[in-house]
């Protein structure tokens, strides 16, 4: 009976850890740029998993000289 119960535990932990492990390789992360302006520059990246297939990789700008709504 209790090898039975540490079976289930084990199972039951290797599911949680394999689900943890693939929501972190599918999160997308935000990479900053560094640039001689003020201006904000940042690369949304894709988690690991997706470098296996093509590229969808975003580049984001935003001006501080440009007022909102302009």
């Known amino acids: 009976m209790k090898t039975k119960a540490k079976r289930m535990m084990f199972w039951g932990a290797a599911t949680l850890l394999l689900l943890v492990s ?3 390789l599918t999160r997308p ?4 740029v560094v640039t001689y302006t003020a201006d904000k520059v940042w690369v949304k990246v894709h988690g690991p998993l997706f470098s296996l297939c093509e ?9 501080v000289h440009v007022r909102k709504g302009s």
């Open 55 to 63: 590229s969808t990789d975003q580049l984001f700008h935003q001006s």
């Open 22 to 24: 693939l929501s972190y």
């Open 29 to 32: 992360s935000r990479v900053d």
